[in-house]
């Protein structure tokens, strides 16, 4: 999963900018935010964002400032403007940035820009410190669709046990139907999505914690039985989790 760090001095526009889009169906975890430029680059030495999501002015430092103090690390940067203003786009450029987005934001602009730069960031990618978990979901395209609601609704629930009437009742649909928009849309069951989900977010937490144990992170994930999610794990990546560990973060 790619990491997003959220730099805006504005309260309510952070804090929009944090919920509004469901950043774990594009493959996006938000590690933090920073209130100005100053916590921002002490924020992007300690974390290593793989993007930051930033106001160009605000108090003690602005986002250039920003940017020329953390220029010996590599993020993509993606830049929020309260105008459109030529000279700012233009001084972006020089520090690599391609994503220019207007304030006042709307939701559908910020959603594709972060697709396509998603997508620019997976093509380019030729990085192997970790291992690349991110064929195991289809993703999730269409806004406002039966399907997001689902993913969603799984995003946020994957912890806990639940069933498929559960999620059907709470969704206000019928499972079959469900079943069906998943099917059509994704190709793969809820059930089969849902484990895939539960091993990515599995995945994304040893490599956080190498020595983190089995039991902990079936957990985590939403498994009651270890010894079951090693076996799920293995019928997706392979192998159990400790020789995933030996073979794929230690190699």
Avoid at 92 to 118: C, M, W
Avoid at 158 to 171: G, V
Avoid at 224 to 247: A, H, L, P, Q, W
């Amino acid at each position: 999963m790619y990491k997003v760090l959220i730099v805006e001095d504005e309260h309510l526009i952070r804090k929009w900018l944090t919920y509004t889009v469901d950043y774990q169906s594009l493959g996006l975890v938000i590690i933090g935010e920073a209130e100005n430029g100053k916590i921002g680059e002490e924020m992007i030495r300690q974390l290593k964002p793989d993007i930051v999501l930033t106001d160009i002015n605000m108090p003690v430092y602005d986002a250039f400032t920003m940017f020329e103090n953390t220029k010996d690390i590599s993020y993509q940067k993606i830049i929020l403007s309260g105008y459109n203003d030529f000279l700012n786009a233009k001084k972006a450029l020089q520090y690599g940035v391609r994503n220019f987005i207007t304030k006042p934001i709307v939701e559908e602009e910020l959603y594709d820009t972060l697709v396509t730069l998603i997508s620019e960031m997976e093509e380019s990618s030729n990085d192997d410190s970790f291992y690349d978990d991110r064929q195991l979901l289809p993703k999730v395209i269409t806004k406002n669709s039966v399907e997001q609601e689902i993913v969603q609704w799984i995003h946020q629930h994957y912890a806990e046990r639940f069933t498929i009437a559960e999620l059907a009742y709470d969704l206000g649909y019928s499972e079959s139907y469900i079943y069906k928009c998943m099917k059509e849309h994704l190709g793969i069951t809820i059930n089969d999505y849902l484990s895939r989900y539960r091993i990515k977010i599995a995945i994304y937490l040893i490599q956080k914690e190498h020595s983190i144990r089995v039991y902990e992170l079936a957990e985590k994930v939403g498994f009651s039985d270890y010894n079951y999610f090693n076996k799920v794990f293995k019928k997706y990546m392979g192998m159990t989790i400790t020789e995933f560990k030996d073979t794929r973060l230690n190699p």
